[in-house]
């Protein structure tokens, strides 16, 4: 069997992949943090329950949850992270509350020998884990108890009456009940941070957050594994550039002196499928104006130059339906391209072909204005007990309420049956097109497989599970499957122009799919170092997370192919831009996801900036740079084969590309990324609590930052426009044309009738 080396190698890599993958996350959340059954003083005073805690969660979520700050470094970035918050200030409370018992004012006022002694008291109540299995019960000090008390009503009083610096509104939480449990829920947050594990001398988040006062700081481990990666990522790069070296020159197909593609005639469903483009340039507009609204909640915490914006729309809401519309129009962008693709892979169109691409599209459009809704309703309150399932579930790039959530599944199903129908009659042929087929049939299934891990987990579930299976949809569904599926399609693309064999292409495609998947899959692990899990998720996730590094460093060569199979015969020309936007991928591979991603992947980096603004750095080049990117330059090749016959006005599509590009290099060099260095400075020196307080984020210098991010912004959305307008005039030119041919049709109707009389 031809490839059956790599069949062999790319199913070996998946099957101990994920065996690994989830023998250790079962193991992960089999030992999650313990949520007590009851939390009580030394004095028999209960505070607590373990149901007010898992309603504080709830509550939490209803808010915005991840989009109105964080929970251990996971969330939005302009309110504080609130577990490193909370620890903090009951940190220097029980510190202050000592001073109180000896007789002093604070705990600044007492001499530096008195205050060492104090710090160490502090050290070692706070750490000494007073939670017993057996009863369930959380034991703590009357002084604790004291400062959640009125730690509690302090977050009453910022949800109550909001705050500008945080981008909370007045009144987004003004029930009492529910502030308490809000208090008990961040308080639980900040326990499992600084109380350790039984029998261990580290936290159950491994010592995160940074907070000095509590002796918390990076574990051995975190030291070790980091080590291990850079040697790893050293020797992998080597191993690579070794095998590369010493592979055969790829088969060289002879390129036709004339665009094979050029009379190509769209069926009904491909003509169906157009109007799914249009909805993606729609969305990337509407995305776009929602991140710069988004970003300005930081300078302008409460409105928009002057305007109470956030009346209606606070900062929660248009960073949820930024981050969601995101996901919406990169996965629109890709599936609608599938839908595109399969019919002339096939060679038949199937019976009803059409209509269900109609049907999904009107059932896309309903999820997308429905949940977008919703999340709206749900955040501001007004769903009641229904805001996880038709509101917003609170957990980031998995926002949307379940219904909503489980009709896009729904939906993906039904995308995967169209397309299955349309490839079978390719598949039933036994020709060299057919591994790569299957490879295509193959990343298909995974797309709605993977998306459903998000259903894994339910509305009361532990935080745990609920990160771990979260991580599976951000990582494995929208990195990983989704990355795949493009990659064979896009292989499909170069052999339909005939720029590539099949051969050369198939085992392209296999074997960068063996290489990607063999560090992205058990790699899911570096975004859970500090989420309750155990120490060898550490190792796992430092480890083949570097392994993910290394297949980027030969994207330069991917680059160069690309740009010289736009220039080998005059006819490419025509598909420039789509494949100039294919070179940009590359490019923001390497820096987005190679250079930017491993900056704060090893554990040691992570420990210090998870939750700051070089997470977004990452954020914003990998998923734009590489997934947006790479959404349209699908987009265009497939507008492209609508009309091949069609002459672009290209002036559009070179502003596009160029200030797309420009603007995302614009915004992360003059504004995120000096402001995440900023923060990791801080955050090191002073602890994590400092790095996310409006007293670093607010003064003057973070404030001129954030300013200048709105430089790239302006040139980032000049692409976005000049992108929109460039496929508006293809629409506007098309009906234009399908109109002159329809009154030519009635003219020469008229003309013979008036012969014929």
């Known amino acids: 069997m031809k490839f059956k080396k790599l069949w062999i190698a790319l199913a070996f890599v998946v099957a101990v992949s994920f065996t690994i993958l989830g023998g250790v996350g079962f193991k992960m959340i089999a030992n999650a943090p313990p949520i007590p059954t009851q939390v009580v003083t030394t004095d028999g005073e209960k505070l607590f329950d373990r149901q007010t805690i898992q309603d504080g969660q709830n509550v939490w979520q209803s808010l915005g949850g991840q989009q109105i700050g964080s929970i251990w470094g996971h969330g939005s970035y302009v309110a504080p992270d609130w577990t490193a918050d909370y620890l903090h200030r009951e940190a220097t409370s029980i510190l202050d509350e000592y001073a109180h018992q000896a007789g002093s004012e604070s705990f600044s006022s007492l001499p530096l020998e008195k205050q060492i002694l104090l710090k160490e008291k502090l050290k070692t109540e706070l750490r000494t884990n007073t939670y017993d299995p057996n009863t369930g019960n959380l034991v703590i000090s009357s002084s604790r108890a004291k400062v959640f008390k009125s730690l509690a009503n302090y977050y ?4 109550a009456k909001g705050r500008v610096e945080y981008a909370i509104p007045k009144n987004a939480l003004t029930d009492h009940e529910k502030s308490m449990q809000l208090g008990s829920f961040f308080f639980w947050t900040a326990w499992v941070s600084t109380t350790n594990r039984p029998n261990s001398d580290i936290t159950y988040t491994n010592n995160w957050p940074h907070e000095p006062l509590v002796a918390n700081n990076p574990t051995s481990s ?5 080590i291990v990666s850079f040697v790893l990522l050293l020797a992998g790069i080597g191993g690579l550039i070794w095998y590369m070296a010493s592979k055969p020159a790829n088969d060289q197909n002879d390129v036709p002196s004339s665009d094979p593609l050029f009379n190509l005639k769209a069926t009904p469903s491909q003509q169906a499928v157009i109007k799914y483009f249009y909805v993606v340039v729609a969305l990337i507009v509407a995305q776009v104006g929602l991140g710069a609204l988004t970003a300005h909640y930081g300078v302008e915490g409460n409105g928009f130059f002057g305007i109470p914006l956030d009346k209606w729309l606070p900062y929660a809401v248009t960073r949820t339906w930024h981050t969601q ?3 919406f129009w990169i996965a629109t962008s890709w599936l609608a391209t599938g839908l595109f693709i399969a019919p002339a892979v096939g060679g038949i169109e199937p019976k009803g072909q059409k209509l269900g691409v109609n049907l999904l599209f009107a059932a896309l459009l309903f999820v997308v204005v429905g949940s977008l809704v919703g999340e709206l309703l749900g955040i501001k309150q007004m769903l009641g007990q229904y805001w996880f399932w038709f509101g917003a579930q609170g957990y980031e790039y998995v926002d949307l309420g379940r219904f909503w959530q489980v009709l896009l599944f729904a939906g993906m199903v039904f995308w995967l049956f169209l397309v299955f129908r349309a490839l079978r009659p390719a598949l039933s042929k036994a020709d060299e097109s057919r591994p790569l087929l299957v490879l295509f049939l193959i990343s298909a299934i995974c797309i709605p497989l993977f998306y459903a891990a998000g259903l894994m987990y339910g509305q009361r579930s532990h935080v745990v599970k609920a ?13 990983g499957f989704f990355e795949v599926f493009a990659t064979v399609v896009i292989a499909f693309l170069f052999t339909r122009l005939r720029l590539l064999s099949i051969t050369t292409a198939t085992r392209a495609v296999l074997f960068s799919t063996v290489i990607f998947l063999s560090g992205g899959i058990i790699g899911t692990f570096h ?3 500090f989420t309750g899990a155990p120490t060898i998720v550490l190792a796992l996730g430092a480890t083949f997370s570097a392994l993910e590094v290394v297949p980027l460093v030969l994207v330069g ?10 220039k080998v015969k005059s ?7 789509p494949i100039y936007f294919f070179v940009s991928v590359a490019f923001w591979n390497f820096v987005g996801a190679g250079i930017f991603g491993f900056l704060i992947n090893p554990p040691i980096s992570l420990y210090y900036v998870q939750g700051l603004n070089l997470t977004p750095v990452h954020g914003h080049t ?9 959404g349209i330059g699908l987009t265009l090749f497939c507008l492209k084969l609508w009309q091949p016959e069609k002459v672009w006005k290209e002036k559009l599509l070179a502003i596009s590309f160029w200030s797309l590009n420009a603007g995302l290099v614009f915004m992360v060099v003059l504004s995120l990324l000096p402001i995440g260095l900023i923060q990791a400075y801080s955050a090191i020196e002073y602890g994590t609590w400092y790095a996310r307080s409006s007293e670093l984020m607010q003064t003057s210098l973070m404030q001129n930052l954030r300013w200048l991010r709105v430089f790239g912004d302006v040139v980032f959305a000049v692409g976005v426009i000049a992108l929109g307008l460039f496929v508006f005039n293809l629409f506007t030119s098309y009906r234009l044309r399908v109109k002159i041919s329809e009154d030519e049709k009635i003219k020469g109707k008229d003309l013979g009738a008036l012969a014929a009389r």
């Open 156 to 159: 009453e009083d910022i949800f």
């Open 222 to 226: 975190s030291i070790l594994w980091s």
């Open 325 to 327: 519309i995101g996901l």
């Open 467 to 479: 990160e771990y299976w979260r991580w599976w949809v951000v990582h494995l569904w929208v990195e």
């Open 527 to 529: 975004h859970l170092y």
């Open 557 to 566: 060569f991917e680059a160069w192919e690309n740009i010289r199979l736009s």
């Open 571 to 577: 006819w490419m020309s025509s598909y420039k831009w």
């Open 622 to 630: 990998a998923l734009f740079g590489v997934y947006g990117m790479l």
